[in-house]
């Protein structure tokens, strides 16, 4: 294991063409490390449009030469040879970033790099399997279909699992033969800089991967460009709706976004209680909240609710010891990721209540850096934000139900629905809530969790498209008929 520290410093380039160049647009701009608010770097690149056409022109000259003539095998050998690589070099690249997303470098042996390396040994193995079609000649036409790449593509990534969203957009991009540049959040740009070399270490041309850097005009201008093919969207429901308008505007480029939730947890009095509350409150306090598949709605069962609600408000009292240092790797939890984050989080605490009983947490937590003391509501009125709107923070409502349609409809009534969980011992009643709620994804005794096997992605305004599984492949290609006239 390579142990070599690495200087954020160092990374104040744009990653074009297989080398590390000064952007032509010459506005900066610093990151600070949440935890204590000290500068990590001063000067990350703003990318202009002129850069932006320059990654455009690279990544479409690599796709039409070297790439295209790339065999199915050739790219999985790339992809698990950066898979390979990833054993050496992730631990210090998940601990750069982490000195700006404040992600506990904890995370980083299991939950991170068993995440990321898996998703590209999965991706690797599907290069040599899309199949195309053929039907026979019964009207005088032999038809075949073939799963043909979209061209260059663009990741625009959030800032809260910055590595994990490169690389489940860019495997399946690459493994069916695009070409990608992505855009990481402008909070947490640091980690995508330092792992772009190793594709070309792995073995892909100059063009193939690219990292460009800056803040929302930079991915505005990557949404409207007429070169890009493919916009893959990772982010607020916001962000996600003016890229789909830029999208439309410019030239229909092909549109998936994965955007946020609010995702409710279903206690029923059978579950078995000790894992109810578990894995409600890690799907809370993980990355201090800062989830989009986050269990931020509990729902329990009346018989069982006293029980459960001081078992869990005593869990996130307590778990207030476990936040501190995220470089330390003895650290569960750390900061949110910026003041900003903070100020939003507490400006919401402080509305809510007005609208809910506060039973733990509502500060800030210490005096130094951007920490928020878990915290939970009960009962919050069915229209306040509190309920409502995605915190991002470690923050949870608990509500009590008594009956199955009750808790059904309770869990629907938003605009939201990328997952959900059922806690319950009874299998008809987890399958029939399961078929009924409204969310892309559905845990039965366990909740706020994915697998690179199947897709994830969210219903309603959570999202359009899936990522992960088959189902990422399809939506990095696009069937091409080809009609053959057997009468010629
Ligand atoms: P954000 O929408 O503020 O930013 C995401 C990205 O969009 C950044 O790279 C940003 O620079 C870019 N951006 C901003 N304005 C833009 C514009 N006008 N045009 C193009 N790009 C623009 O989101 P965030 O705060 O970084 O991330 C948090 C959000 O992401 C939460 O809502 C969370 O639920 C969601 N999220 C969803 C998933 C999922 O898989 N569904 C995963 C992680 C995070």
Wanted: hydrophobic share 40%; net charge neutral; glycine share 8%.
């Amino acid at each position: 294991m390579s142990a070599a520290a690495l200087d954020p410093k160092g990374f104040n380039k744009l990653y074009l063409n297989g080398e590390y160049v000064a952007a032509k647009g010459t506005e900066t701009y610093a990151l600070r490390n949440p935890k204590d608010n000290s500068t990590v770097t001063a000067d990350v690149p703003i990318a202009s449009a002129e850069d932006v056409d320059a990654a455009v022109a690279f990544a479409e000259a690599a796709f039409r030469g070297p790439w295209s003539k790339f065999t199915a095998v050739q790219r999985t050998e790339c992809l698990l040879k950066l898979a390979s690589l990833l054993d050496d070099e992730l631990t210090p690249i998940l601990t750069l970033d982490s000195q700006t997303s404040g992600i506990p470098v904890s995370l980083a042996p299991v939950r991170e790099r068993t995440y990321i390396k898996n998703c590209l040994v999965y991706y690797a193995g599907w290069t040599d399997k899309q199949k195309g079609d053929y039907f026979p000649a019964d009207d005088g036409f032999v038809k075949l279909v073939r799963h043909e790449p979209l061209g260059v593509c663009a990741a625009i990534n959030p800032f809260n699992g910055p590595l994990a969203t490169l690389f489940l957009k860019t495997a399946p991009a690459l493994a069916t033969g695009n070409v990608i540049i992505v855009k990481p959040s402008e909070k947490t740009p640091l980690g995508s800089l330092a792992i772009a070399p190793l594709f070309a270490k792995a073995g892909f041309p100059p063009g193939v991967f690219q990292v460009i850097t800056g803040a929302g005009s930079t991915g505005a201008l990557l949404a409207e460009h007429m070169k890009i093919r493919k916009i893959s969207f990772t982010g607020s429901l916001t962000t996600g709706r003016k890229i789909q308008e830029l999208a439309a505007r410019s030239n229909l480029k092909r549109v998936t976004l994965e955007l946020g939730g609010k995702s409710p947890a279903i206690v029923f009095a059978d579950a078995n209680l000790d894992n109810a509350l578990t894995w409600t409150v890690n799907g809370i306090l993980t990355r201090s909240g800062q989830l989009c598949v986050a269990a931020s709605r509990v729902y329990v069962q009346r018989e069982i609710a006293d029980v459960f609600i001081q078992q869990y408000v005593e869990r996130m009292k307590a778990a207030s010891n476990d936040f501190g240092d995220p470089q330390d790797p003895g650290v569960k939890f750390g900061p949110l990721v910026d003041e900003g984050q903070l100020a939003r989080v507490t400006a919401m605490v402080d509305k809510a209540r007005n609208d809910a009983e506060l039973v733990v947490g509502g500060a800030r937590l210490g005096t130094t850096g951007c920490y928020m003391e878990p915290t939970v509501f009960l009962n919050p009125k069915n229209d306040s934000e509190i309920y409502k709107n995605e915190v991002f923070g470690p923050v949870s409502i608990i509500k009590t139900f008594d009956t199955e349609d009750e808790v059904i409809d309770m869990a629907n009534d938003t605009e939201y629905g990328l997952t959900s969980g059922v806690f319950t011992r009874d299998i008809a009643r987890a399958l029939r809530v399961s078929a009924a709620i409204e969310s892309g994804v559905v845990g039965i005794n366990c909740v706020s969790v994915q697998n690179m096997q199947v897709p994830f992605g969210g219903k309603k305004q959570s999202g359009v498209g899936r990522e992960f599984g088959e189902y990422a492949l399809r939506l990095f290609t696009e069937p091409k008929t080809v009609l053959i006239n057997m009468a010629a």
